[in-house]
């Protein structure tokens, strides 16, 4: 496509296009304008292709969504100037995200997300750099979703919920060292559940692991639509229905004997994901300690200034002054606008008359 204008002036090629469309495509305000939509769709495209594939787990969705999110937020102002894009339209395309998310979100969403440790760092980094609000995707904030999800998992049984509950905060404040039992992050997240301590999380780790192993969608049934194209293909149309099905079975099968899951998740748009937002709330935290120190530093200032001005305070001027008598303040011969100051000799008067 870049290529394009090139190709449009070639000799070589006919192209028969309108003189207004030609016009339009050699200028390069256009092509910074299609520059500056691949740089909005990127993310999206990125997303959408790891969903659909095996690694994705069910946490991955509200991540994504997310990324997207604050995707949007921090588009370059270059990017912004080419689609001419104002902080609300930003606003708006922020609360398309949460309207998309909310067609296919479940509580159970936001659970998965906040129980998986690869996204810890997601979490954190998103906060500081735009506040705890922006990672509410939903009504409600995410620990509510999650402890809605609880809710809806355990039924009417009380005490269930409320150990789980009690399972969820213990996991929430873990200490994240080599011994934490999800210090790997980047194994599959249903091996590391699979191996979580049974004294602390007994009643929360059973339905954990069975979220976690669930698919983000159904792109296998996609797969399988896929497989039936091939067998009832244009050359094969006058199959029966009885043979196209088994047909497809086979074929669909024999792919799933040579699928192998991955045993971790190390691909560079998982990284890329854990990583996200880290640079800018870096920069963000340099900044406040920076502000933090300036502001101990006029503390000092304005500390030492009162001091200065209490010591300046107690000092009372008369007392120095009455140390001095009169022939010390005065000399008798001082000359002051060209006259002679003299205590003892009458004023002078002036005689002269206009």
């Not at 909005?40 to 659909?52: A, K, N």
């Not at 370059?76 to 609300?88: F, G, M, T, W």
Request: net charge negative; charged share 25%.
């Amino acid at each position: 496509m870049c290529q394009l204008p090139t190709e449009i002036m070639s000799n070589d090629l006919s192209i028969d296009l309108p003189n207004d469309l030609k016009d339009l495509i050699l200028t390069t305000s256009f092509w910074k304008g299609v520059a500056a939509v691949e740089v909005l769709l990127s993310v999206i495209c990125s997303c959408l292709s790891y969903l659909e594939g095996d690694e994705s787990t069910f946490s991955s969705v509200y991540a994504c969504f997310l990324a997207i999110a604050h995707h949007f937020r921090t588009l370059q102002p270059d990017v912004r100037a080419a689609l001419d894009l104002s902080n609300a339209d930003v606003d708006k395309m922020h609360t398309l995200v949460c309207h998309r998310l909310k067609t296919i979100f479940l509580p159970t969403h936001a659970l998965a997300f906040h129980t998986n440790p690869l996204f810890d760092d997601l979490r954190d980094n998103l906060a500081k750099l735009h506040m705890d609000v922006f990672l509410n995707l939903g009504d409600l904030t995410i620990l509510q979703e999650c402890k809605k999800a609880i809710k809806r998992m355990v039924g009417t049984d009380v005490l269930l919920n409320r150990l789980m509950q009690s399972e969820f905060g213990l996991y929430t404040i873990r200490v994240e060292d080599d011994d934490d039992d999800f210090a790997d992050v980047f194994s599959m997240l249903q091996h590391m559940w699979a191996l979580a301590d049974d004294s602390v999380y007994s009643h929360l780790k059973k339905p954990l692991l069975a979220i976690h192993k669930m698919p983000t969608g159904a792109s296998a049934g996609e797969r399988n639509h896929k497989s039936a194209n091939r067998v009832h293909s244009r050359n094969q149309s006058r199959l029966a229905a009885g043979k196209v099905e088994a047909g497809t079975a086979i074929v669909f099968n024999a792919q799933q004997l040579t699928r192998r899951s991955s045993v971790g998740r190390n691909s560079p748009f998982v990284r890329w994901l854990k990583k996200l937002g880290a640079d800018a709330a870096h920069a963000t935290r340099i900044n406040e300690e920076n502000d933090e120190q300036e502001h101990r530093e006029e503390d000092v200032q304005e500390s030492n200034l009162d001091d200065h001005l209490d010591e300046f305070n107690e000092i009372d001027l008369s007392d120095g002054l009455n140390r001095f008598d009169d022939e010390m303040l005065f000399d008798t011969n001082e000359i002051m606008d060209e006259g002679i100051l003299n205590r003892d000799a009458p004023p002078a008067v002036n005689t002269t008359h206009m």
